[in-house]
């Protein structure tokens, strides 16, 4: 997950506490390969846990996960799967094949690590000095290498083929491109994709939504033709685009704090991190030429709606001022890629997740994450329809908040069982 608004990361702290939240709703009847999944993921969670804890203890920084990826394919090959190797640099994919016929799914996990110096909050600290899992690819990869190993063990139950994508270089947003340009999609072929990232909701819970997860980051270029006063020119163009933001400025919105907010927050019906979109205040950069100047801002879109506006918008403005003549262009430049989950798929989830594990710990979110994040799975969703979810790490009882990329990121490590229950058991029905 990379963060990609400095100035707003200071106030997304620590408290995205969902107060009214239960983990403890009913379960609802559990079908048989749920049930041995389940206690197939108990039978190995102190494992689980134990090689969470070395991979931790060992983080690598993109581009440079050789320990990781040995440690993967170590798991995978003593699994018995078929492996393939350095796809994209140190990525790995494992095979999986059911006994019976089925579809094809994949499901990826990111394996890197961030460069970082505050120290380590737990015991089974960092020992590669400036390098730590403050973004849960630890806990990624773990639950990857769990779903491996229980649907392995009901593999003659198991109907179609999965493959385990692990994906270097997620932190520069270079690895999934790389795994793609270097052939991943000749090896395999899923019909289905699916990822998850730890949040701060509870542990127990998973959370997911229909296109955007993430407040999507775009860079506007208006170009205008200079004036005598190009400084009344360069004001007017950014009040046109200051224009454009939608959030009203005494709104509970700007304190990111309330992303977690039960009432408002992102999991809330009544959500108010959507329909927006939000300009990030004083970052403008001016570039001038003998008779054009460029004015350039980043503008956050909750969604393609918003996104498709703000042009359109601009123009009709600047149409109708004084400085109609000196429009020459505006268009918006991809700063990252925009994560945008399949509607289809996240309702199907959502169904069977909740249906199999109770609607308390599978939640709809209304809002996006407005914080300007993204992850480099949305260059894998144009290719396979997929959804990426957010899986909670948080324990707010122990005072453990797993806010990615926070020098106390942390996470309460029963989440490795949540991940990897739910989404075995999502990949087992979906596989039919
Ligand atoms: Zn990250
Ligand atoms: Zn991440």
Redesign the pocket.
């Known amino acids: 997950?990379?963060f990609i608004k400095k100035n707003l990361r200071a106030v997304l702290t620590v408290n995205f506490i969902f107060l009214t939240l239960s983990i403890f709703g009913q379960t609802a009847e559990i079908d048989r390969p749920h049930l041995k999944i389940q206690e197939r993921t108990n039978q190995i969670f102190d494992s689980l846990v134990n090689l969470r804890r070395d991979l931790h203890m060992y983080p690598e920084v993109s581009g440079d996960e050789r320990r990781t990826s040995n440690k993967i394919i170590e798991y995978l090959t003593a699994l018995g799967l078929e492996v393939k190797t350095n796809i994209g640099g140190y990525g790995v994919v494992g095979i999986l094949k059911g006994a019976k016929p089925g579809k094809k799914i994949a499901w990826r996990a990111?394996m890197d690590a961030m460069p970082n110096k505050a120290p380590d909050v737990v015991d089974f600290k960092s020992r590669n000095e400036g390098v730590r899992h403050i973004?849960?690819?630890d806990v990624?990869t773990t639950v990857a290498l769990g779903i491996a190993n229980v649907l392995t063990h009901q593999k003659e139950d198991l109907e179609g083929t999965v493959y385990f994508v692990f994906q270097p270089s997620?932190?520069n947003i270079k690895g999934a491109l790389a795994m793609i340009d270097d052939g991943l999609f000749d090896i395999i072929d899923p019909e289905e994709m699916y990822a998850m990232?730890?949040t701060p909701f509870p542990t127990g819970t998973i959370a997911v939504k229909a296109e955007e997860m993430f407040s999507d980051y775009k860079r506007m270029n208006l170009t205008l033709q200079k004036t005598l006063d190009n400084e009344a020119l360069i004001a007017f163009a950014k009040n046109q685009i200051m224009a454009l933001e939608n959030v009203a400025s005494e709104s509970k919105f700007w304190n990111m704090q309330n992303m977690g907010d039960p009432e408002v927050g992102i999991a809330s019906p009544k959500s108010i991190y959507n329909n927006f979109t939000m300009i990030e205040k004083n970052n403008y950069s001016i570039t001038e030429t003998e008779y054009e100047v460029k004015i350039s801002a980043f503008l956050s879109f909750s969604d393609k709606k918003q996104r498709n506006s703000a042009i359109p918008k601009l123009n009709s403005r600047i149409k109708e001022s004084k400085y109609a003549d000196k429009f020459i262009d505006a268009e918006l430049v991809n700063v990252f890629p925009t994560l945008d989950n399949n509607t289809e798929l996240v309702d199907a989830s959502l169904e069977l997740l909740s249906g199999i594990y109770g609607k308390d710990r599978v939640l709809r979110m209304y809002g996006v994450v407005a914080d300007g994040r993204s992850?480099d799975f949305a260059f894998f969703q144009p290719i396979v329809p997929s959804v990426y979810f957010f899986m909670g790490g948080s324990n707010y009882e122990k005072g453990i908040i797993a806010q990615?990329h926070s020098p106390n990121f942390a996470v309460d490590e029963s989440c490795i069982k949540t991940g990897v229950n739910l989404f075995s058991s999502l990949i087992v029905e979906r596989l039919k």
Request: overall charge negative; hydrophobic content about 15%; charged content about 30%.
């Open positions: 997950m990379n990111d973004c849960g690819h990624h997620e932190e990232h730890v992850d990615t």
